[in-house]
């Protein structure tokens, strides 16, 4: 029962969340758009009367329009897209006998879990990694590598489709899949607008030569400092985006690592999957920054999944491997104990 | 005045019996399928087990006392009915099926075909999804018997004809171990 109510929790958690992000998201494009229209509002004013004047705000419009249309697009076809992205081909007729066990084990965690069976993907790729990713159980679809299926022995594939199972079950895959969808559209704003300045600046420059020529006191203050704030944002939305997934992912492996430690009841052998996957040091190239959030293992690791320590806590998108499989090992240890102690005790 | 209260109150029991009694029958019915679940699983493994036993049955002649094992194992199962019985069985058949693999690990040949990997594999995800659906099983029967004995609720259970579900046990640790334990009791057999 405790179970349940905490199962409920989670998901309930992880549906505010994703209002909570959306929200936000809409919110940072309106500042881009209407901000942009105050700059250039405030920067106009005082022109001639025969030059432009940015009355209308139309930026802010358009901005805030196709921010609700990336929401509704991330949401409607956002597992698709990372799965794109990633190259991965969905396995219906399991052709090899690795295959084969993968569909088996994908089965079994949907029974253990008592969920619907997810779809199945494989993404081509010879480094071991694994996401899930969807709205919700009923469109979740789970990936491997190629990678993972040659290095992973059946139990270890087990607990690493138990651990995802454990995202599709908490509804983290829908935190995760709209991050991602946002992730992609802001990276792309963020481009497009620097490439839009680096091309305007020359018209900027002239503006402003421009007005130091006619009135000598320049601009409006307060337009120029808007604008700059406006300028600004650009430049660091792609980080905090990024952060933001990252913060969001890292609370979430150690919950996924638990529970599917508690489907598969064998917290070992994710530990030693985990080891594998850790030991694997080449990057996951067809999964791109993106989508790191969705994996088990950071898929470009190198720079911080490895170490420890506050920095590392802020950017890494996930926590030390290192600590995740003491935390399994520890349920392992106090598993094996309450087992032997079973065994010696009378029933 | 006090008529309001009274209807009210009236009103309020027979809006908790609605509730009580459909949280009672939502709940044996996920009993029921639970145990569907389980049934699926469990026929799946009959349909392999002729299977496994006919492609080994060339290679492994002088086996044949742990394959009439299995055969037999299976059989007494198919022919098994409720929770107990059937877990009993099917718990016999684990065993029998446990040294049948054992065995299988000295015939390395046989291990190099194909067919038989398959086989095993198959055998293997078809006992993990008794397992877990056992698990799944036992958890929801659980809930239903707790919430059929709990106070309130007991006086709307035999409106909804609830009655104690069976629960699938097993004695965990013995079955874990089994084949090894077997394995070595057959060596020294003989």
């Known amino acids: ?347 | 005045m006090g008529t309001i209260v009274l209807l009210a109150l009236i009103a309020g029991i027979v809006l908790w019996m609605v509730g009580a009694y459909n949280g009672l029958i939502s709940l044996k019915n996920q009993v029921v399928n639970g145990w569907k679940q389980i049934d699926v699983q469990l026929k799946r493994r009959h349909d392999l087990i002729p299977n496994l036993v006919n492609t080994v049955k060339g290679a492994m002649d002088f086996e044949r006392s742990t394959l009439d094992a299995v055969i037999s194992a299976r059989n007494r199962a198919i022919g098994a009915t409720g929770v107990q019985q059937t877990a009993k069985a099917e718990g016999e058949l684990t065993q029998a099926l446990g040294r049948l693999f054992a065995l299988t690990e000295a015939y390395p040949d046989l291990k190099a075909t194909n067919n038989v990997a398959q086989l095993q594999e198959e055998l293997t995800s078809t006992e993990n999804k008794i397992g877990f659906a056992r698990q799944l099983y036992n958890d929801v029967a659980t809930q239903y018997n707790t919430r059929q004995m709990q106070f309130p609720t007991n006086l709307v259970a035999g409106l909804a004809k609830a009655s104690p579900a069976e629960l699938w046990e097993i004695e965990d640790a013995s079955e874990r171990a089994v084949p090894m334990v077997d394995l070595s009791a057959n060596k020294r057999g003989a």
């Open chain 1, 1 to 347: 029962m405790s179970d349940d109510a905490n199962l409920f929790a989670q998901q309930q958690a992880n549906r505010r969340r994703s209002t909570w992000l959306t929200i936000g998201f809409i919110l940072f494009f309106a500042w881009v758009g209407f901000g942009g229209d105050l700059a250039f509002w405030l920067l106009t004013a005082d022109t001639p009367p025969g030059s432009y004047h940015h009355v209308v705000p139309f930026i802010g419009i358009f901005s805030v329009l196709s921010a609700a249309a990336i929401c509704w697009y991330s949401w409607r076809h956002g597992a698709e897209r990372v799965l794109w992205a990633t190259g991965a081909w969905e396995l219906i007729e399991p052709a090899t006998p690795e295959q084969k066990q993968l569909v088996n084990v994908v089965e079994e965690m949907a029974i253990a879990s008592g969920l619907p069976k997810p779809r199945v993907w494989i993404v081509p790729d010879t480094d071991p990694n694994a996401f899930a990713t969807g709205r919700d159980a009923a469109t979740a679809s789970v990936a491997v590598t190629e990678g993972l299926l040659a290095t992973l022995s059946r139990d270890e594939l087990q607990a690493v489709i138990a651990h995802e199972m454990g995202h599709v079950r908490n509804l983290d895959i829908r935190l995760m899949t709209l991050l991602a969808g946002m992730i992609g559209a802001i990276a792309l704003l963020s481009d497009g607008m620097g490439r839009m300045l680096g091309r305007g600046s020359t018209m900027g420059g002239r503006w402003g030569g421009g007005k130091g020529g006619k009135g000598g006191k320049g601009g409006n203050p307060l337009g120029v400092v808007i604008l700059v704030l406006w300028l600004l944002t650009l430049v660091v939305a792609p980080v905090i985006s990024r952060l933001l997934a990252m913060a969001v992912s890292r609370k979430r492996e150690y919950l996924a690592d638990a529970t599917g430690a508690q489907l598969t009841r064998t917290p070992m052998a994710l530990a030693s999957a985990l080891e594998k996957l850790e030991g694997a040091t080449a990057a996951t190239a067809s999964i791109s920054r993106g989508a790191a959030h969705l994996c088990i293992v950071d898929p470009s690791p190198g720079l911080m999944s490895s170490r420890e320590g506050f920095l590392a806590d802020f950017v890494a998108s996930h926590p030390p491997i290192r600590q995740r499989i003491v935390r399994l090992r520890g349920m392992g240890y106090q598993q094996a104990k309450r087992e032997t102690a079973g065994a010696l005790s009378p029933p």
